[in-house]
């Protein structure tokens, strides 16, 4: 590490944690020499960037993880409403059908009125 790129990152460093009165914090800034403030913006700017990045990827993969949860939930939903359907068309009474599925008696009323079997 360059003398100067460990100082520069030392006071982002610092700045990061400190609890820096404003008005201190610009007598500080005012110090420094242009060139150093100039690599400061630019390793700031640089920072954001990858937060911004890594937000994104950690935004795709929860919403692909979401994703494919809520389609499993709708697959064993669809299968719960199958069950029920075949089992109420081979004589099976709502209570067996309800022990069966673990869905309430109302809901597996419901699922055979919405599929016109009631």
Do not use: C
Not at 10 to 17: A, G, M, N
Not at 52 to 70: C, I, P
Not at 106 to 114: G, M, R, T, V, Y
Request: aromatic share 4%.
């Amino acid at each position: 590490i360059q003398e100067g790129n460990f100082l520069e990152q030392v006071f982002v460093y610092i700045i990061s944690v400190a609890d820096v009165q404003q008005s201190d914090l610009k007598r500080a800034i005012d110090s420094i020499p242009e060139n150093i403030k100039e690599n400061i913006m630019t390793n700031y700017a640089r920072i954001k960037e990858e937060g911004k990045l890594e937000g994104k990827l950690e935004g795709k993969l929860e919403g692909k993880l979401e994703g494919k949860l809520e389609g499993k939930l709708e697959g064993k939903l669809e299968e719960k409403i199958e069950v029920v359907l075949n089992a109420h068309d081979n004589g099976l009474g709502i209570g067996m059908i309800s022990n069966i599925t673990q869905l309430t008696e109302a809901e597996i009323i419901q699922i055979l009125k919405e599929n016109k079997r009631i």
